[in-house]
Nanobody, 123 residues
Framework: QVQLVESGGGLVQAGGSLRLSCATSARTGSVYATGWFRQTPGKERAFVAA????????DYADSVQGRFTISRDNAKNTVILQMDSLKPEDTGVYYCAAGPNIAVLSARQADSWGQGTQVTVSP
């Protein structure tokens, strides 16, 4: 099982930036893709971005394309979500998640979840 811990959430004005980190841990030899989802009360959980184990492949939701960047540093067991040009509609709880591959995550499936970190974007 992959353990995931998110950090970096906070309050930012529209147009600003935040950098979310997902610290991951698993048994030696584990291979998994990692992604980010966000959830707002009363709305469906939404896929945001995913990155492959090797870091060479990424996928983004249309709503964040060109504004968010996901990356992986396996040496640090960390996945980063750099969020730029933030909009109020980006507000929500952001969850880091892990799955067997990027295709599964982009299909909005995951095997493991973090606790979430709150992101609030003011107008």
């Amino acid at each position: 099982q992959v353990q995931l811990v998110e950090s970096g959430g906070g309050l930012v004005q529209a147009g600003g930036s935040l950098r979310l980190s997902c610290a991951t841990s698993a048994r030696t030899g584990s291979v998994y893709a990692t992604g980010w989802f966000r959830q707002t009360p009363g709305k469906e959980r939404a896929f945001v971005a995913a990155v492959s184990w090797g870091g060479g492949r990424t996928d983004y939701a249309d709503s964040v394309q060109g504004r968010f960047t996901i990356s992986r540093d396996n040496a640090k067991n960390t996945v980063i979500l750099q969020m730029d040009s933030l909009k109020p509609e980006d507000t929500g709880v952001y969850y880091c998640a892990a799955g067997p591959n990027i295709a599964v995550l982009s299909a909005r499936q995951a095997d493991s979840w973090g606790q979430g970190t709150q992101v609030t974007v003011s107008p």
